[in-house]
């Protein structure tokens, strides 16, 4: 095959010299092939990042997740994901997956985000989500309901906020996503980062448990206990705590996965603003109904 000028090079230079640098550009060009570039330094461990490269199907060395190489391979790649620790549920059960879940959402946000899935399974935030609203409703409901004070205007108004809860717990996510998403350059995010970002944030309602967590054991104490002592002082306190950790632990997640100090400080201002519109709308809500009511 004849080189054209072009390929020849400059005058003066050798035709040896010219095959070399063909040759070494083609060599540079098949190191820096996409796939290689796109797997950075190795596959890496869905769960603890260990180095998995040279390795069949197997258990991870550091971890001991199980994976298979053409399907973390698939991932990698962009194909639908498995969130952590909560797409286990088959092998482990549901409870232990979501006990788990928890415990990373809790404690290790960071490296929740970070593992988090650029393309997730659209239905795992769902159902996680869905479960963990139905454990907030019946940890605070049942005990307001069934309470030997309750009156049946009383189970009304648990009804109605049985509703107008969820409503306002998806008005929070909707506007903490586009928090999440946003940017310096007012970068219009595709509906593809819109329903990632939108996933990982519908995660985070297990925060929600934490305040479930501390009215429920207000109201099953004031139901129990003697009338002398102040069961509610523990939600009054805690509340306000949990609030705060939610707003620090969601101040890190978009750190971690948007990895922009812009984001950072963007949701240190915007998240209390996103709480206090849900809690008011909740507020609003009882007020609506305490005057409905009547005296």
Same mark, same amino acid.
């Not at 063909?22 to 060599?27: P, Q, S």
């Not at 790649?77 to 959402?105: D, H, N």
């Not at 069934?146 to 108004?157: A, C, I, L, W």
């Given at each position: 095959?004849?080189?054209?000028?072009?390929?020849?090079?400059?005058?003066?230079?050798?035709?040896?010299?010219?095959?070399?640098?063909?040759?070494?550009?083609?060599?540079?060009?098949?190191?820096?092939?996409?796939?290689?570039?796109?797997?950075?330094?190795?596959?890496?461990?869905?769960?603890?990042?260990?180095?998995?490269?040279?390795?069949?199907?197997?258990?991870?060395?550091?971890?001991?997740?199980?994976?298979?190489?053409?399907?973390?391979?698939?991932?990698?790649?962009?194909?639908?994901?498995?969130?952590?620790?909560?797409?286990?549920?088959?092998?482990?059960?549901?409870?232990?997956?979501?006990?788990?879940?928890?415990?990373?959402?809790?404690?290790?946000?960071?490296?929740?985000?970070?593992?988090?899935?650029?393309?997730?399974?659209?239905?795992?935030? %769902?159902?996680?989500? &869905?479960?963990? =609203?139905?454990?907030?409703? #019946? !940890?605070?409901?049942?005990? *307001?309901?069934? /309470?030997?004070?309750?009156?049946?205007?009383?189970?009304?108004?648990?009804?109605?906020?049985?509703?107008?809860?969820?409503?306002?717990?998806?008005?929070?996510?909707?506007?903490?996503?586009?928090?999440?998403?946003?940017?310096?350059?007012?970068?219009?995010?595709?509906?593809?980062?819109?329903?990632?970002?939108?996933?990982? %944030?519908?995660?985070? &309602?297990?925060? =929600?448990?934490?305040?479930? #967590? !501390?009215?429920?054991?207000? *109201?099953?104490? /004031?139901?129990?206990?003697?009338?002398?002592?102040?069961?509610?002082?523990?939600?009054?306190?805690?509340?306000?705590?949990?609030?705060?950790?939610?707003?620090?632990?969601?101040?890190?997640?978009?750190?971690?996965?948007?990895?922009?100090?812009?984001?950072?400080?963007?949701?240190?201002?915007?998240?209390?603003?996103?709480?206090?519109?849900?809690?008011?709308?909740?507020?609003?809500?009882?007020?609506?109904?305490?005057?409905?009511?009547?005296?």
């Amino acid at each position: 095959m004849l080189l054209g000028e072009s390929q020849l090079g400059r005058p003066g230079q050798s035709r040896a010299t010219i095959y070399l640098g063909i040759a070494l550009t083609t060599e540079l060009q098949e190191l820096v092939d996409p796939a290689d570039t796109r797997l950075g330094d190795g596959i890496r461990c869905l769960r603890c990042e260990y180095n998995l490269t040279g390795l069949d199907d197997g258990a991870c060395p550091e971890c001991g997740m199980h994976f298979e190489r053409e399907k973390l391979l698939a991932y990698l790649a962009g194909a639908p994901a498995p969130i952590p620790i909560w797409g286990e549920r088959k092998e482990v059960g549901i409870s232990a997956a979501y006990l788990r879940t928890l415990f990373a959402l809790w404690f290790h946000p960071i490296n929740f985000a970070k593992r988090f899935p650029l393309n997730p399974v659209a239905r795992e935030p %769902v159902i996680f989500a &869905r479960i963990t =609203l139905a454990i907030t409703m #019946l !940890l605070v409901l049942p005990p *307001l309901i069934f /309470s030997e004070s309750s009156s049946p205007m009383d189970n009304v108004f648990a009804m109605v906020m049985c509703v107008w809860i969820p409503v306002c717990v998806n008005i929070c996510e909707r506007m903490a996503t586009v928090i999440l998403l946003m940017s310096p350059e007012g970068e219009q995010p595709t509906d593809d980062m819109h329903e990632r970002s939108l996933g990982l %944030v519908r995660m985070t &309602r297990a925060y =929600l448990l934490q305040s479930a #967590l !501390l009215i429920s054991i207000a *109201l099953l104490g /004031s139901m129990t206990l003697s009338s002398k002592w102040d069961c509610w002082i523990l939600a009054r306190v805690g509340c306000p705590f949990a609030l705060v950790y939610w707003w620090i632990c969601m101040t890190c997640i978009a750190a971690a996965y948007r990895r922009s100090v812009w984001n950072v400080i963007i949701a240190i201002v915007l998240l209390p603003v996103v709480a206090a519109i849900c809690i008011g709308l909740m507020f609003a809500m009882a007020m609506v109904i305490a005057g409905a009511m009547g005296p």
